[in-house]
Every structure is written in C-alpha cells, then in structure tokens.
C-alpha cells in the first residue's frame, strides 16, 4: 500500500449560525479489497479503512461502517449544521490500527 | 503415436478442459452473493416489520462503463429531530463477493440524512439501500445498475 495516507476535507470555514453545509472527504487508501491476485496467483490479503466519523465539540455526528466494496480512495460526502463556532474533527479507522485524523474550525459570523 | 491412442488422447483432454470449465464457473458463482443474501440481511434489521417503499432516493447511474468507481447517492426524507431522525441507513449489493457495501450511522445533529460515496460493483446488478427510523419503520429501495467492466480483479 502507499505509505502516505493524506486525508482532505473541503468545507467552508465560516457559517451563518444553524446553518446546513456539505462537507466533501477524501482520502487517499487503495482500499485493497482482498479479491484481487498477484502475478503469481496468490490473494492479495485485505486491508481496507472500515470505519469514518466526524464530531463536532467532541460529540459525535455521523459515522459510517465500510466494507471492502468501498472505491479505493475514499470518497464521502456529508451534511453538517453549524450551531455555534467550533471544531469538527474527522476520523477515519483503519484496519490494521492506525488512525487518521483531520479537523477544521468554524467560526460562526 | 497411433490413431487410437491420439484419439484417446484428444477425448480425455475434452472431457478434463469439459470439467475444468464446469468447476470454474461453479466456482464463480459460489464467490458472488445473492439477492437472498440482502432480503436475509433486511429481515435482520427489520424483524417482523415489513420493510415499506418511499422516502429514499437512491440516485446510482443506469449504466456505470467502470465497476472499480460507481457514484451513490441518498437522501432519506426525515425532520431529522430528537424525536424523529433516520437512526442508519444501510447499503448492499447483492451480486458483490460480500453483499455489504455501507452502514451509516446518523444522530439528531445531522441535518441531514444524506450522502455521497464511489462504490465497487462486481457485476450488473440491483444496489439496495435500506433506512431504519428512529421510531424502528424500516423502508427500503433498490437500483439496477449495468455494470460494463466489474470492480473487483480476478
């Protein structure tokens, strides 16, 4: 697998209070799905990122279980609201252990 | 090497490669799940309740030319409050090697129960996504995709 697992979000860095924004999550995984083959036959063992969440304040919003029929890197869109300034942090889990994270702050204007 | 024998020959060969085939292609379908997979699966989360139809829009391309990368989108029509929220909506696949594609979790922070994702289908097929509401309704919708290349090697 790639040794540099970079994840991105886009999402505005201001909001009006309360209100609803899309935020767009991007990380880069082959998301090796266990069914594919080397070139010489042998399986190639899987290794996915099986969990994603994203918190606001600590208290958790959304999350989501993948399985191996999840695109190599992943691509997940979502909607959050803005209640107050703050941070959202996002997190996804991966199977052999390693977490990566990434956050950003809102400022509520 | 004489006539008979060569004959021989050439008959075992067609009867192996006859076999060969026949595991093969066996073999292939055991790998795949099926649609009885997903309805086993629905009937887990719904119990005795009958999944019922509406609220989700599944939103999946007719014909997708690239199994590896097939763009999903839903909505669940919800209030999305304290009282009344989408608790999961679940997706599957059932003609994938594993039938299971997605779990969502959502809470009365999220506005709304909607996403976007890239998925891997193996094969043309039906795409499923089922909504359990925090009241326990479950509602249920699938989506034919034509799968031209299939997204999982071999």
Known sequence: MASKVTPRVRMPATAKAGEIIEVKTL??????????????????????????????????????????????????????????SGTFEFTWFDEDGTTYKAEQKVTVS | MNSISAARTRRIFLQSTALGILALTQGAKSVLASAADVDALIKAIAGDRKPKEGRITLDLPTIAENGLVVPLNFEVESPMTESDFVKSVHIYAEGNPNVRVADYTFTPLSPKAAAQIRIRLAQTQSVSAVAVMSNGDVYATKKEVKVTIGGCGG
Do not use: C, L
């Not at chain 1, 083959?37 to 190639?44: E, F």
């Not at chain 1, 994203?54 to 959050?80: D, H, L, R």
């Open chain 1, 27 to 84: 990380i880069s995984h082959d998301m090796e799905s266990g069914q594919r083959k080397d070139a010489s036959g042998n399986k190639i063992p899987q290794h996915i990122i099986n969990k994603f969440t994203a918190t606001f304040n600590g208290k958790e919003i959304f999350s989501v279980g993948w399985y191996p029929a999840i695109s190599a890197n992943p691509y997940q869109a979502f909607y959050v609201r803005v209640p107050e």
